[in-house]
């Protein structure tokens, strides 16, 4: 099987595993959107589960996986399966040493932490007070997940993806079930949802280990418990922090800053970063999660222009996929809020303000998708620093346009600057592989890039004249638009492939592959 017919197997494999627990993420949003609304409560919960959610992003699937499956992949070619092996066992029991420490420390500093992440909320004692104790019954979250990053790593480097992508539907199951079984009988309801954080994290390393076992790791600890690759990890993996998560870095600064705005401002951030991370998600990070192992692989022999080749394949699937995603959540934006959060304490104007978050958001989506395939591919060259440098200064420009835009647009502006300086990243990200590689078939990705534009535009045309007809009905039947967004959905989805079609979009057919692959992993066959 040649490597770009890899990519798409377990693109497809990965990305069904992704929806499945996207749908349920979105399920458990709803429950919180219903019980705690956009109030104290939910701005604290938010602020508080970010925190162990930013390390996990930052230290664990981010950088880990990126350091540790280049460099486990070369000693499974080059040195064999034990070799390999003995690799991962002295990082499982290092990184739980690590982490256990961590966890520690964490909870033991979270009013720092909290005073440093969000210090808009020690102006409302009772606020600054509920998201420490949050802070402090989550933060043991990091060391379950972070295990779980590094069973990924391994279980992906070996060919197995469906494990790892299904971890998080175990976590929005915890979540859901400890709101409604634990929040009533609570004096701090959002104690039930933390509770439920730590309880998804334990059930997600549990669903880890008998695949692990199945593929003949074994988790005795390793003698010595030290390895000298570990050194090669850890250099990689200190600027790859930076590097691997600049987007989720942006975020943060969006909600230290929207800490400063009227109430509100970062649960509004909150929701509609969720509906945006829905199709990158599902697609870009599924992409991303198959394409370096392979991308490893070739490094790892030398194949540059395969490795050239998987680069630009990844590249143009990823853009297929997210543009038409990225027109169609900005014109079905507000109804599509409506449809998934507004009941209980979740209003009509918390809808508004939550749909123009994800309208600027949503802008920056094919450079969010984008990101993720160039610094998988740098990872698999076990380049981390020309990643740091250039997230820098997509950090710096982010921090910029935030102040500049956050006092006219409030929380508006907050996201336009994530998606300017996610957009800046991209392109500067592009250029410096260019230099390295001696070329990234780019006539090949703008072609592609056009073709894609142009067939979302006859998509997205369409789906707007059919809103712009049916919106007054709409806002009378809560049925009636959940049967039109879906009709829409499925109506754009038509439309795009046969416009994809019409213009000769060579990327439809490995869609079509993926989509059959996820749906045969699931059903078994």
Known sequence: MSETAHVTKAAGVVSTATLSSRILGFLRDMVIAWFFGAGLSADAF???????????????????????????????????????????????????????????????????????????FLASPGKY??????????????????????SMGILNSLGHFAAPALAPVLLNVAMIGSVLLFSNHLAKPS?????????GGCLQLGLQIPFLIRKGFCLRIARPLYHAAIKRIAVLMTPAVFGAAVYQINILVGTLLASLLPEGSVS?????????????GVFAIALATAVLPSLSRQAAIGDIDGLRESFSYALKLVFFISIPAMIGLIILREPIVRLLFQRGSFDATTTRLTAEALFYYALGLWAFSGVRIVVATFYSLQDTMTPVKIAIVSLLLNILLSILLMKPMRHAGLALATSLSSGVNLVLLLAALRRRLG????????????????????????????WVWSAPICNQSTWYLLALIGGSVIAGCVVYATSASLFKCGELRPVIDMIKAGLGKRTGS
């Not at 509004?268 to 990158?280: I, K, T």
Request: glycine share 8%; aromatic share 12%; hydrophobic share 60%.
């Open 268 to 280: 509004y951030l909150y929701y509609a970063d969720r509906l945006v991370q829905f199709p990158l």
């Open 191 to 199: 104690l039930g949802l933390a509770i439920g954080v730590i309880i």
């Open 439 to 466: 070329g990234i078939c780019a006539y090949e990705v703008l072609l592609s890039i056009f073709k894609s534009v142009a067939s979302a535009t006859v998509m997205g045309s369409i789906i707007a004249v059919v």
């Open 129 to 150: 007070e509920l998201t420490v104790l949050l802070t402090r019954v989550m933060f043991p979250y990091i060391f379950f997940i972070g295990l779980v990053a590094l």
């Open 46 to 120: 938010f602020v508080a589960f970010r925190i162990p959610n930013l390390l996990r992003r930052l230290f664990a699937e981010g950088s880990l996986t990126a350091a540790f499956i280049p460099v486990f992949t070369e000693h499974l070619y080059k040195g064999g399966r034990d070799e390999a092996f003995g690799l991962a066992r002295s990082a499982w029991w290092l990184l739980a040493l690590i982490l256990a420490a961590g966890s520690v420390v964490g909870i033991l500093l979270a009013p720092l932490i909290v005073r440093i992440i969000a210090p808009g």
